[in-house]
């Protein structure tokens, strides 16, 4: 079993542009290349793990994200890292699309997106980090027995606050973020 580092999409990997699903509109986010070079150099799997409610709302389809996680893969590549995996929650309570419109295990804050990654990937959750903007990437992270990082980029607004929304660091970009998850895991591997 290897660890892992679960990121977040949009506001963490990606500026957040709502619902967006045309891969010449996909900005990095601030950071992006150099922590993603950070990270690229632990040699774990970088794994995406977001919510897509677009899907349920009707605002696009499955199959336009195939483009959006081709894109992310180049942003990957520029920063000498490769995306190991893409997943993402369709669902949403208040869906309009009626297959995708119900409460799920795998929308964050739930923790079915990591779980499923770590089933299918081998992946020792202990060892393992996420990334993300807002306090839902940290709940699932935490839920799902990993440590976490949040980066405090302004896209959390509600900070509602419990013991699975305390993020173990917080972080101003991206940059900061890998570098932090960078020394962290190096240093849990020296110790051991």
Partial sequence: ???AIFLDKDGTLLVDEPYNVDPAKMRPAPGLAEG???LAALHVPLIVVSNQPGIALGKFAVADL???Q??????????????????F??????????AHSHVCMCRKPAPGLLLAAARQHGIDLSRSWMIGDILDDVEAGRRAGCETVLIDNGNETQWKTSRWRLPRYCAKDFAEA???VAEAMQAQ???T
Avoid: D, N, Q
């Fill in 178 to 180: 890998g570098r932090f």
């Fill in 36 to 38: 993603l070079s950070e």
């Fill in 189 to 191: 591997e020296a110790a």
């Fill in 70 to 87: 081709e894109r992310l893969e180049k942003f990957f590549v520029e920063a000498g890292a490769t995306l190991e995996a893409f997943y």
């Fill in 66 to 68: 195939y483009r959006v």
């Fill in 89 to 98: 929650c369709p669902h949403h309570p208040h869906g309009i699309v009626v």
């Fill in 1 to 3: 079993m290897r660890p």
